[in-house]
């Protein structure tokens, strides 16, 4: 039986016919589907042996089914009868050409000449070899005229020759169809046009000019050099670098950006030009004559350089006390600059100056007190001492001096507390202790530290005896309360 696949659900396809010569409920005969119809597509009427459709049709998904019909009696036995139905679908164009992608990507070099394969699309349908027949065309999209492809392969190919700087991306609509039918499917196919690189950097003039202060700081910019590549994208980018010695000069560039920049202190009484050659390249190896070279020449200025000092750091010493205006020491520093208003300076203390103990001669860079020095308040100065230029900014060198202020024996021992309380009981043996004495003095050993007492007076001395070094007051005899109930004694230290 030949069954087209839209073919209606309820539509009958075929009646099935048994004969019984029985009589009765002997011969009446009733019809089932024994196998073949496991996911219920068709139904049998059971007394007439009518087939009909009871589940949607699909020749891609089952193009044909073998059904068994039963056909059984009433019979307290019954008897049966199987006969096989074979239903064939026929396809019709129901389902449409569909891409895989909703959008494809493809490349092209530029000045890839006409007539080139770009890239192959393909659809696919499920319709069985007549209803499944493609064909491709473009329909739309900027690349519309600039490509063509083959209706049956889905090869595009270019129409013209592509120039990257010009235009680089079009985008080609698709349509894969059935002839003679409705039935279609689309896609886009986006075409990158790649660069190649067809022109090399060249230098905007063959040599450049440029001045720096021999006092530019390192990563002070000295200038900018340029150089130009027609090509776009990845390929017109210009890269910078020095060639030979001339990475060792007190210059750097920037690789990208041709920015020139000192990299180490310049001195024009060293060196007062400076010639550097200079390569401008694409990325990737030097192939030959993809390069271009270019001079600069760069003047080094006579700058202001700051005065330097002979020491970084001065030691010197002075006694406490020592009168006002009392020399400390001299510091000496040097301009090397050329020009007269760069190289004169004088001197200034300008920091580590507590009070205002010392002042500089501005012109000689002698040092000196300017009042009496206390070792006991300040022990020691650290004074940056500054040798400031005429220069336009000034510039200023500096260095250290450390004072040290020696002690002398300017301060006398002072008991500590003031006044001491001991006491004793009455009836204690001799050499009994009473106390202990202390001192002290902000002086350093010797001047200060360790301390004589000595016992100089009071109404019962001849009762007590002082340890000389350390201060111990211990009774000479036994003493009794009731005739001596208080010891006043003066010890001296």
């Known amino acids: 039986m030949i069954v087209p696949e839209n073919e209606p659900i309820g539509a009958t396809i075929v009646t099935m016919t048994a004969a019984d010569s029985d009589d009765g409920p002997n011969g009446i005969v009733h019809y089932s589907i024994s196998s073949g119809n496991e996911r219920e597509e068709f139904r049998v009427d059971p007394a007439t042996g009518a087939i009909t459709i009871h589940q949607p049709l699909d020749y891609d998904t089952v193009p044909e089914y ?84 083959e ?32 039935m279609y499917g689309s896609t886009k196919v986006v075409v990158h046009i790649t660069g190649k690189n067809e022109f090399y950097p060249r230098f905007m003039q063959p040599v450049f000019h440029f001045d720096v202060s021999e006092s530019a700081e390192v990563g002070t910019s000295v200038g900018m050099i340029q150089a130009t590549d027609q090509d776009a994208g990845d390929d017109g980018v210009v890269f910078y670098l020095f060639v030979g010695s001339s990475n060792d000069r007190g210059f750097s560039i920037g690789s990208e950006t041709g920015m020139i920049k000192v990299s180490r202190r310049l001195d024009r009484e060293t060196q007062n030009r400076v010639v550097l050659t200079v390569m401008a390249k694409n990325a990737g190896g030097i192939r030959g004559n993809d390069t271009d070279e270019a001079q600069v020449i760069v003047s080094i200025q006579d700058g202001n350089d700051p005065p330097e000092f002979q020491q970084a750091v001065y030691d010197a010493v002075i006694p406490e006390g ?172």
């Open 151 to 182: 209706p049956k392969t889905g090869i595009i190919f270019s129409k013209t020759s592509f120039d990257y700087e010009e235009l680089n991306t079009y985008i080609v609509d698709i349509l894969a169809a059935n002839p003679d039918s409705s």
């Open 66 to 149: 073998r059904l068994n019909i039963t056909a059984s009696d009433l019979g307290f036995e019954p008897h049966h009868a199987t006969a096989m139905l074979t239903v064939t679908l026929t396809d019709i164009n129901d389902n449409a050409p569909v891409f895989n992608q909703t959008s494809y990507e493809a490349f092209l070099p530029e000045n890839t000449p006409p007539h080139s394969t770009v890239y192959c699309v393909q659809a696919h349908d499920i319709d069985s070899a007549k209803n499944a027949i493609i064909q491709y065309s473009i329909v739309g999209g900027s690349g519309k005229d600039v490509f063509s492809i």
């Open 322 to 493: 020592s009168s006002p205006g009392t020399k400390v020491i001299t510091v000496k520093a040097v301009d090397k600059d050329v020009r007269p208003q760069n190289n004169q300076f004088s001197y200034s203390i300008i920091g580590g100056n507590q009070g205002h103990a010392f002042k500089v001669d501005p012109a000689t860079g002698d040092v000196e007190t300017t009042s009496q020095l206390d070792r006991e308040t300040v022990p020691a100065y650290t004074l940056t001492l500054g040798a400031i230029d005429t220069g336009s900014p000034p510039q200023t060198g500096t260095t250290t001096i450390r004072i040290a202020v020696q002690d002398v024996n300017d301060n006398g021992p002072l008991f500590d507390p003031p006044e001491v309380i001991g006491y004793v009981m009455e009836n204690e043996p001799p050499n009994t202790s009473v106390m202990t004495l202390s001192a002290m003095d902000p002086d350093l050993p010797p001047n200060g530290a360790p301390f004589t007492y000595r016992l100089v007076g009071g109404r019962q001395k001849d009762l007590v005896t002082v340890e000389g070094q350390s201060g111990v007051v211990k009774t000479t005899r036994s003493i009794d309360r009731e005739m001596t109930p208080q010891l006043d004694i003066l010890v001296s230290v």
